[in-house]
């Protein structure tokens, strides 16, 4: 088994609405804003993403290892001036991101 750490970026734009973490296809959980998720998998290839209300991340493939930790950070692309307009911006397709991080 590993794990998968989780962070959220504490953001203005959304701050009320919940991620819902998605691993293999399946919701597993969800994330607030600035928080942090820890996820136990077993050891193997995953497909995980995170969505919020119509918008989701890209598909990251996993490969993680018994014993490993991956950490994950997750949160919107609005930035500057995107906020302003973050209604229309939120339709868009990669209005979410999930990235690694150390």
């Known amino acids: ?11 203005q734009v959304n701050n ?10 399946k919701e597993i959980n969800s994330i607030e804003n ?3 998720k820890v996820v136990r998998l077993s050891a193997g290839k995953h497909e995980v ?3 919020c209300m119509w918008s989701k991340s890209p598909i990251k493939q ?3 290892r ?3 930790t991956i950490r994950l950070s997750c949160g919107m692309n609005l930035k500057g001036l ?5 209604w229309i911006f939120m339709f868009s397709k990669n209005s979410i991101y999930l990235k ?3």
């Open 82 to 86: 995107k906020q302003l307009f973050s």
């Open 49 to 51: 993403f995170v969505k």
């Open 100 to 102: 690694n991080t150390i």
């Open 1 to 11: 088994m590993g794990d998968i750490i989780f962070t959220r970026e504490y953001e």
């Open 62 to 64: 996993i490969e993680i």
């Open 16 to 25: 009320l609405a919940k991620f819902k973490i998605y691993i293999d296809g």
């Open 34 to 36: 600035g928080t942090r």
């Open 66 to 68: 018994d014993k490993e």
